[in-house]
């Protein structure tokens, strides 16, 4: 069974850093590429960063020079570095499978992500 569980999300304030951790079981996690995803209220689920197997890292355009995506595959575990954080980041924070197409895979319960002064 697959399944994700996220961590380390929180409050803080504009301009501050965070990092969330999702731990992954099941053996897809070694030899899939991972993705970190965003839901703000009100609008649909996005894709924040992804991760290969081997750890090649893309990202969306908006946090592009803010946020690191890594993995360790030993520890089946996906990380991402958040820093200069934006109100505009404020979201409840997802990793699974990328793609994750027609939701094959489970989603976990999140991690809220809240920047505010």
């Known amino acids: 069974q697959v399944y994700f569980v996220e961590s380390g999300g929180g409050l803080v304030q504009p301009g501050g850093s965070l990092r969330l951790s999702c731990a992954a079981s099941?053996?897809?996690?070694?030899?899939?590429?991972m993705g970190w995803y965003r839901q703000a209220p009100g609008r649909q689920r996005e894709l924040v960063a992804s991760i290969s197997s081997s750890g090649g890292p893309d990202y969306a355009d908006a946090v592009k020079g803010r946020f690191t995506i890594s993995r360790d595959n030993d520890k089946n575990t996906v990380y991402l570095q958040m820093s200069s954080l934006k109100p505009e980041d404020t979201a409840v924070y997802y990793c699974n499978v990328y793609p994750n197409n027609k939701d094959m895979w489970p989603w976990g319960q999140g991690i809220q992500v809240t920047v505010s002064s």
């Open positions: 099941g053996r897809i996690f070694s030899f899939s590429t």
